[in-house]
């Protein structure tokens, strides 16, 4: 037991860390624990195959976002990034040149997509230009405390200086914004492309972490919750931390204990410990109880809701709310130790080139996409699953042995829950050799070149790291549950029901990725509130 703590933070994720280094910068005294043997929640880089190590959840980065990498002085703290060659490569088929490639130079890129649509190559630089327009008000507002619906003067302020923002903008660019939040990925490009390549190009990124369709409405603005980053000043790049995902929450972890925070592994929480009305500390399986003036949990607010605390300390609704709160991103994550890198033949060659640096998609096409969610839907997985496969040892040779490869399989769709009494645990091996062979059909060494892999289903995603669904975003990135609604209308300011309980997470305005944002902003309100 521990009277001087102020906050205890459930999970040393990368925005408790975030939000815990804020607090103790502020002169708090912070205690995390964390449920797992190390640190850094999905941010990990952990040995999956003797002498082949990865980033065996989340698995690249581009949404950091730039103030934490500053306010926490990251780079000073051994954290370092390098970008991609190229963004994505797309192999579409099996003879020469059957190929897609996006490029960082918009000329390269009008010019691979006039191998198939000139049409298409005209129109990327308004969309690109278009694009861009939308992400920089999503940018603008990502730091910032949402306004709670009923809220006080605090709350009025806030919705009147974010209206502002919007009131600033020309009608055409309310028009987009609406369309953006409201369309589908596939309805939004549309009047855009023309080239089904292309189109499903685009839409990828619609449906990345979203158990969805590119059809599905509100896939429009997961597709541009994936843009509006940038890596080291550069926007729309994507890359990778020199030792993995892990280096990212170890550079964290690293800052947050030189300001004087506590950080306990292997201490798994039970309960939220609640006095009068108002959290008080919490209580771990293991029967300790830690008190304190405030807790934080960097958990999904459906995991927090119902299993971490006692129904009767909350009201009906809103524990109703939370139990349909909706997650599941469809996503089964696998890493391969290889022998040697894939070997395209619409791109043919072993030794590392620039496709084996950038994003390799298995998603040739908008239909491709569509069938993935279509079949998990009905039968449980993919037939023909979407692949993300990022080799990232070709950045980062640290990770594998001399003549070795690493590489993370983003895997979509398997549905979050099977149909028919299944479980993933029977299943597990079966949908891991579907989706091997599936990246062999593109490249037909792969497969015997599996030295050996980790399989995580969604299942496993919610047991090994506490992702209620496998959800990698904490919960749904939907209309109804964003912004000001996320998690709940009326709580979208870190705040919950529960006085002196706040949520740190993804599961909090702007939403997933390894952005920091959600700790930054919810150590904000704490500290307003402990003043």
């Known amino acids: 037991m521990n009277d001087a703590t102020d906050i205890v933070i459930i999970g040393a994720g990368h925005n408790g860390l975030v939000c815990a280094a804020y607090l103790a910068e502020a002169g708090l005294n912070v205690h995390i624990v964390e449920r797992r043997h190390i640190v850094g929640g999905a941010a990990v880089t952990e040995e999956f195959h003797p002498g082949f190590k990865n980033s065996v959840a989340s698995y690249t980065v581009s949404l950091l976002n730039p103030k934490v990498i500053a306010d926490l002085d990251l780079y000073n703290n051994g954290l370092q990034l390098v970008e991609r060659s190229m963004p994505n490569f797309w192999p579409l088929g099996n003879k020469p040149g059957e190929y897609l490639k996006l490029s960082y130079d918009m000329a390269e890129t009008q010019a691979e997509f006039a191998r198939y649509s000139k049409h298409d190559a005209a129109a990327l630089p308004g969309y690109y230009e278009t694009i861009e327009r939308a992400a920089a008000v999503v940018r603008s507002l990502v730091l910032e405390t949402p306004p709670n619906a009923g809220g006080g003067l605090r709350d009025i302020w806030r919705a009147i200086r974010t209206g502002n923002k919007f009131r600033k903008l020309s009608l055409a660019d309310q028009q987009l914004l609406l369309d953006l939040f409201t369309k589908s990925a596939a309805e939004f490009l549309a009047p855009w492309f023309e080239h089904p390549a292309i189109l499903g190009a685009f839409a990828f990124d619609g449906i990345v972490g979203n158990f969805a369709s590119p059809h599905s409405p509100g896939s429009a603005y997961v597709l541009l919750h ?207 050799d579907h989706i091997i062979e599936t990246v062999n059909q593109y490249a037909p060494n792969f497969k015997q070149s599996v030295l050996g892999r980790q399989v995580l289903t969604p299942l496993d995603l919610e047991r090994v790291f506490g992702l209620t669904g496998g959800d990698i975003f904490h919960g749904r990135l939907s209309l109804d549950q964003m912004f000001s609604a996320r998690p709940a209308l009326g709580h ?9 309980l706040y949520i740190c997470g993804s599961g909090t305005h702007p939403g997933g990725g390894v952005t920091g944002a959600p700790g930054h902003n919810a150590a904000k309100e704490i500290i307003r509130d402990m003043r």
């Not at 979208?492 to 002196?500: G, L, Q, V």
Request: glycine letters at 10%; proline letters at 6%; aromatic letters at 8%.
């Open 226 to 432: 994936h843009v509006f980053g940038d890596l080291n000043g550069k926007s729309g790049y994507w890359g990778h931390p020199i030792g993995g995902m892990g280096a990212i929450t170890q550079a964290m972890a690293r800052v947050a204990e030189r300001r004087g925070v506590k950080i306990t592994t292997e201490a798994p929480v039970k309960r939220v410990l609640v006095s009068d009305g108002r959290a008080a500390g919490v209580e771990l399986e293991s029967g300790e109880t830690i008190y304190a003036r405030a807790v934080a949990a960097n958990v999904d607010p459906k995991l927090l809701f119902t299993k971490l605390t006692d129904a009767a300390d909350l009201a009906a609704p809103f524990r109703t709310r939370m139990e349909n709160f909706a997650c599941g991103s469809g996503v089964l994550r696998m890493n391969v130790a290889l022998s040697e890198l894939p070997d395209f033949p619409c791109l043919p060659g072993k030794d590392a080139a620039d496709h084996h640096r950038a994003g390799i998609i298995i998603g040739p096409n908008l239909d491709y996409l569509d069938r993935a969610y279509l079949d998990a839907r009905n039968f449980g997985w993919s037939r023909a699953p979407v692949v993300e496969m990022l080799i990232t040892s070709t950045m980062d040779p640290t990770l594998a042995p001399e003549g070795g490869h690493v590489a993370s399989l983003f895997c979509q769709q398997f549905s979050p829950e099977l149909n028919q009494g299944r479980s993933w645990d029977d299943v597990r091996e079966e949908a891991a």
């Open 492 to 500: 979208a300011d870190y705040r919950t029901p529960i006085k002196d």
